[in-house]
Nanobody
Framework: QARLMESGGGSAQPGGSLTLSCETV????????LAWFRQAPGNGREGVAA????????HYADAVKDRFTISQGAAKDRLILQMNRLSPDDTAMYYC??????????????????WGQGTQVTVSS
């Protein structure tokens, strides 16, 4: 069964860096849209970044642009989120998401059929 498994969360100080990884296991179809979402306590799930695998294009939320980088591993079996210049506002549970279709609006939660369990990121001094 297809599943997504995140790793790499943890704690960081403001200004620090973390790298999240999402392993995609068991897909029989090419996943065309992969994304990272996050959800802070009391907030809805928001799109952080997405990559359209077939087109090799990337998209970012304004809040993380120029700080975060989304990429795929060479074998396209891993989704990576490099997070730099972290701030306390980045504290959230981070989720990997994927869908076989090309998302019309990458930030929409309902564009994705496959989700990981999440990994916690905490930024504090």
């Amino acid at each position: 069964q297809a599943r997504l498994m995140e790793s790499g969360g943890g704690s960081a100080q403001p200004g620090g860096s973390l790298t999240l990884s999402c392993e995609t296991v068991g897909y029989t179809h090419t996943t065309n849209t992969l994304a990272w979402f996050r959800q802070a306590p009391g907030n809805g799930r928001e799109g952080v970044a997405a990559i359209y695998s077939g087109y090799r294009t990337t998209h970012y939320a304004d809040a993380v642009k120029d700080r975060f980088t989304i990429s795929q591993g060479a074998a396209k079996d891993r989704l990576i989120l490099q997070m730099n210049r972290l701030s306390p506002d980045d504290t959230a549970m981070y989720y990997c998401a994927a869908d076989e279709a090309v998302a019309t609006t990458w930030q929409r939660v309902d564009e994705y059929r496959h989700w990981g369990q999440g990994t916690q990121v905490t930024v504090s001094s």
